[in-house]
């Protein structure tokens, strides 16, 4: 992992971002799988422009978000970097020419009334993607794998899998999430805060709540306030859960006045 | 693709298999993202409307999904936890990107001719990274893939 090191960032501008979205949906060939390998080298590796870090939030988002990979991963990597101002141009940046190519090819399609031979190129095309491919795969496990064993594991499975589905098994992308977050020890934490954070909306969390997790019996406050509502407010995750409803509404209240 | 197939050929029979399949090939011969078959069956369905419809219909969910949760995820994205989340999806999904290049491989590599095709990609993507010639290291992939799509209009005819 030496780019995690050497990282210096330089953030582009949203125009240059745009620029380069722009190539990428113009002479980006070879499918999702080489469009997020283009990303990584050219952004991460090559140019800078994103921490090995933010590419793998992208990719974490685009694979648990339903939809396609490479549009979403650039949509999140415009997203860090320019707000949802830089997500949209982004995205019609990187969709624009694939949109307009493929309107000039079906225009071109109805008028011949079908195309063998688009059947042909695709022959001799696909092989060339599967190349494009299992490049961008051995370059995403140096930036997502490195030499951990768990990760590796997860890997092999999930890769197991999809070969034996021929899919995309979408529950597994969760519990290999869950997997990591167990073996770091924050599991527990994990779900006592979306324990709290979902607190009366999901029986099932609900009931974890109830059952499995300690609440501290007084408000962290302790003495503020007369700690006679010893149920914690939900309210935004860790910090402020151990506070009493009528604490957090002290605190808000202050803050705003 | 699928989910595509079941809803456009079987479900309302707006495109037959035939258009369908060509329907995927534009999608994956053009460069960009795949998902933009759906322009091209929203064409032949509905002419430039349809392709539009098409494009907005897959495009604005998978943007919305990104966009909504996405102040959340940054809000949040340094606890602890969720870092280790992100770092298990990310390890699964390179696994699965693994599986995936021996699924779509099965379907590809179906005699020698391709197996060959894939083979010199392979070297000449390598090489052309590794040397770094002036004009070819920025448009390697294209250049690839065109002499591949002239392969195979060659070997199957127009």
């Known amino acids: 992992m030496s780019a995690e090191s050497t990282a210096t960032i330089k953030p582009p501008g949203i125009r240059a971002l745009c620029a380069y979205f722009l190539r990428l949906g113009t002479f980006g060939f070879g499918g999702p799988v080489a469009l997020a390998g283009y990303m990584q080298r050219d952004l991460v590796e090559d140019r800078g422009w994103i921490s090995p870090q933010d590419y793998r939030d992208g990719l974490a988002v685009a694979q648990v978000a339903p939809g396609p990979l490479a549009a979403q991963l650039a949509m999140w990597l415009a997203f860090v970097r320019h707000g949802v101002r830089g997500a949209t141009l982004v995205s019609l940046a990187f969709v624009g020419p694939a949109f307009l190519m493929v309107v000039a090819l079906a225009w071109v399609y109805v008028a011949a009334g079908g195309a063998t031979w688009v059947g042909s190129v695709f022959y001799g095309v696909a092989p060339a993607a599967i190349a494009i491919i299992s490049l961008s795969a051995w370059r995403l496990t140096a930036l997502t794998l490195g030499a951990d064993p768990l990760l590796i594991a997860i890997a092999a499975v999930l890769a197991g899998l999809t070969v ?82 009528s604490c957090i509404r002290a605190s808000s209240s202050s803050t705003v006045g | 693709m699928p989910f595509l197939h079941q809803g456009l050929v079987v479900e309302h029979g707006w495109l037959n298999e035939q258009q369908f399949l060509d329907s995927v090939a534009v999608g994956l011969i053009t460069p960009g993202p795949v998902v933009i078959t759906a322009s091209f069956a929203g064409f032949l369905i509905a002419g430039l409307p349809g392709a539009f419809v098409g494009a907005v219909g897959v495009f604005l969910p998978a943007y919305l999904l990104v966009v909504i949760p996405g102040r959340w ?86």
Request: aromatic residues 6%; charged residues 15%.
């Open chain 2, 73 to 158: 995820i940054l809000r949040h994205k340094d606890r602890p936890a969720v870092r280790a989340f992100i770092v298990g999806v990310s390890a699964a999904a390179t696994g699965a990107i693994m599986g995936a290049v021996v699924v779509l491989g099965r379907g590809a590599l179906v005699d020698a001719p391709t197996v060959a095709i894939a083979l010199l990609a392979l070297v000449s993507l390598i090489l052309i990274r590794r040397w770094k010639p002036p004009v070819l290291s920025a448009l390697a992939e294209p250049a690839v893939v065109l002499v591949a799509g002239l392969a195979g209009l060659a070997l199957r005819g127009a």
């Open chain 1, 164 to 245: 034996l589905t021929g899919s995309e098994v979408a529950i597994a992308f969760i519990i290999a999430g869950f997997v990591v977050v167990a073996e770091r020890g924050l599991l527990a934490g994990a779900i006592r805060g979306l324990a709290q954070r979902f607190r009366g909306r999901f029986l099932a969390v609900g009931f974890l709540d109830r059952r499995f997790l300690r609440r501290p019996s007084t408000c962290h406050c302790s003495g503020r306030c007369s700690g006679t509502s010893p149920s914690p407010a939900r309210s935004s995750l860790d910090q402020a859960w151990r506070s009493c409803r």
